[in-house]
């Protein structure tokens, strides 16, 4: 880059770049989508990246976007193509005026990535743990070792009640599958070494809680779901 600790503003976001990567400061408040108040901010090396991208954006505006290579980020391998555009964490929205500097980043981002094709570890950190959230029929913690479930009496199946409150230490883990709440029957399920491939509905699987309306949002139990993924990957 041109300097290092230069900044490009745009709406909800601001990339500052390094000599090796691109901390991204996302806008907390109101207007902001709550997953980006979520994530506060996120270091992402160029060696992380695989391409960038400048086109029109709605409004007179342009969008500058970063395309991570895949198993690069724990947090777009948890959504697996599940985020709402706005909600792209790694697109960078301007204001069409300053197109000619959008063009002047995004050709020097090109000449700095030098990397592509799928990764073997992830080069994103995760976002921090502690974290918590509340499902539909349960409250789900982590705290970097283990993740528990504890059934709500006003949600869980009986299946889970006969089960008991849940416990996994990451060692036991192989994975997670998290099905956005934005979607039809919304849900995050722990992928348990040497379990059945095909386990059953998530209201009757004890190492699954469910979302429902105003239960496991995007902004809590995404950011928990590429947490564990992490844990996961970093233990193997």
Do not use: N
């Amino acid at each position: 880059m041109s300097r290092m600790g230069d900044v490009l503003a745009g709406f909800h976001a601001a990339w500052e770049f390094d000599s090796d990567s691109v901390l991204i400061r996302y806008e907390r408040g109101l207007r902001a989508p709550k997953l980006f108040s979520a994530l506060r901010e996120r270091r992402v090396p160029f060696a992380a990246l695989e391409r960038v991208t400048l086109e029109q954006g709605k409004r007179g505006t342009v969008v500058l976007r970063a395309v991570p290579r895949p198993g690069a980020d724990p947090l777009t391998e948890a959504a697996d193509g599940q985020l709402k555009e706005a909600c792209d964490p790694y697109k960078l929205v301007l204001p069409g005026d300053r197109e000619l500097l959008a063009e002047y980043y995004a050709d020097e981002l090109k000449g700095l990535l030098t990397e592509s094709g799928p990764t073997d570890r992830f080069l994103v950190e995760a976002p921090g743990v502690p974290l918590s959230f509340k499902a539909y029929d349960g409250k789900a913690s982590f705290d970097g070792r283990t993740v528990r479930f504890r059934w709500f009496w006003t949600g869980a199946s009986s299946a889970k009640w006969k089960a008991g409150d849940q416990s996994f230490p990451v060692s036991e883990l192989c994975g997670v599958e998290w099905r956005s709440p934005e979607l039809f029957e919304g849900y995050l399920r722990l992928r348990r070494k040497g379990a059945d491939e095909r386990p059953g509905p998530a209201d009757q699987d004890p190492a699954a809680v469910v979302f429902g309306l105003g239960y496991g949002v995007v902004h809590e139990s995404l950011p928990f779901a590429a947490a564990v993924l992490a844990a996961v990957r970093g233990a193997r």
